[in-house]
């Protein structure tokens, strides 16, 4: 849907390079188009600017003292405008939006373009900012249509794009397997960024929004920076990745001594999350890694429950997770891959796309420039 301040296509300045941002509540992630011929049109100064403007966001993929830099992504021979290139993912957090304006307007990023396309909530907040220190207008696009039209595009542009997890429980078999996305429809979208979106998509042009949760990927990270001390997700993930939530959790043979047979409910399932911390002992023996580890659990299994049941109202069998809360972060796909089909018996499927947090930046780029 394009919005009311939108600059219409014939006035939009088609110069290169093209830029799509996605200014989330956590991370804002920037993709940009640079064609394969760069003297299509192109001055040897906006050359210079671009070549300037790539090295910078290349060596400042992250901001912050975290310890850790983001991956610098790309994909090349996408087709937009019918010029080949390569489309740049780069992201970094919404918080550091000041310092990034800053540089961008010292990098010369505003003397390339007069309107960059944003999504996300960040697009109406940060809007007047990148008026008063860039000198740019902001073509804002609604988040969960770009979302879609982004997802779909990549897809098509990546053949090993989409996949899922055999086995997910069996440490030795398990694997990725590529899934083919052609036929998608219908299937829903649980995009779990700072909060839960879900969607269901019946077309490329028909998605409504049926459910959601504030219990997401921030929860996640916020929590575990409470309960661990930890300053990163990387760090979080990390912590994670070495805890034992049993340590943490009460299951079902915690309670019953074993399963609950009658009505299906295996021993070791989760009966109540964090139902061990009750107790001064327990509490005492348990580690910031398994702290950690019961964090990502309950946040997982809870976004994986009410997943399923949306599936189940809206009776589809694919169930397509993104966002960048699933960004190095195997042990919850894995959950979430299990969660779907254990509880479907086997007649629903969880989907992972290689490029989890970008549909929404991508989308809202290909918006502006008619590619729909
Ligand atoms: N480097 C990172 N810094 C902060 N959060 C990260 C990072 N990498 C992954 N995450 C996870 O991704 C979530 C944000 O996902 P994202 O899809 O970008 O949502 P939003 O659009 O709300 O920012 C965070 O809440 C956190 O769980
Ligand atoms: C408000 C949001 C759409 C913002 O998207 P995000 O930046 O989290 O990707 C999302 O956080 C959300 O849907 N939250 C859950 C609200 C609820 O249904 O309770």
Redesign the pocket.
């Known amino acids: 849907m394009l919005d009311r301040n939108i600059v219409p296509m014939t006035s939009v300045n088609s110069t290169m390079p093209w830029f799509g941002m996605d200014i ?3 991370l804002s992630k920037l993709v940009y188009f640079e064609p394969k011929d760069m003297m299509q049109g192109e001055s040897e100064s906006e050359i210079e600017i671009l070549k300037s403007i790539r090295k910078y966001l290349t060596k400042n993929s992250s901001y912050g003292k975290t310890g850790h830099r983001d991956t610098h992504l790309q994909m090349d021979n996408v087709v937009l405008r019918g010029i080949v290139g390569t489309l740049h993912f780069i992201r970094f957090p919404t918080s550091k939006m000041k310092n990034f304006l800053v540089l961008a307007n010292q990098k010369g990023m505003a003397k390339l373009v007069t309107t960059v396309c944003a999504t ?2 960040g697009a109406y907040k940060f809007e007047e900012d990148f008026k008063r220190e860039v000198n740019m207008k902001l073509a804002k696009y609604d ?1 969960f249509e770009s979302l879609l039209k982004g997802l779909l595009y990549i897809d098509k542009n990546n053949p090993t794009e989409c996949y899922y997890w055999s086995n997910p429980t069996d440490g030795t078999k398990c694997s990725k397997v590529q899934y083919d996305f052609s036929s998608p429809y219908p299937f829903l979208l649980v ?1 779990i ?5 879900i969607l269901s998509v019946n077309s490329a042009t028909e998605c409504k ?1 049926v ?4 219990l ?3 929860t996640f990270l916020g929590l575990c920076c409470l309960l661990t001390g930890c300053n990163s997700f990387e760090e979080a993930i990390g912590l994670a990745a070495e805890g034992d939530h049993t340590h943490v959790d009460k299951l079902v043979k915690d309670i019953y001594g074993g399963d609950y047979a009658k009505f299906g409910l295996p021993g070791d399932l989760v009966a109540s999350s964090f139902g061990q911390m009750n107790s001064r002992d327990r509490r005492s023996k348990v580690s910031r890694q398994d702290l950690a580890r019961a964090t990502l659990v309950t946040i997982t299994n809870n976004i994986g429950s009410i997943a399923r049941m949306c599936a189940i109202q809206q009776k589809v069998e694919r169930v397509v997770f993104i ?1 960048n809360f699933l960004r190095v972060n195997p042990i919850a796909m894995k959950l979430l891959a299990y969660a779907m089909e254990y509880w479907s018996n086997a007649s629903m499927k969880a989907l992972f796309l290689e490029h989890e947090g970008y549909f929404g930046a991508v989308g809202c780029l290909l918006q502006y420039h008619g590619e729909t």
């Open positions: 989330g509540g956590t996300g909530g988040e995009n960024g700072s909060g839960v979106s929004r459910s959601g949760t504030s997401g990927g921030g966002g």
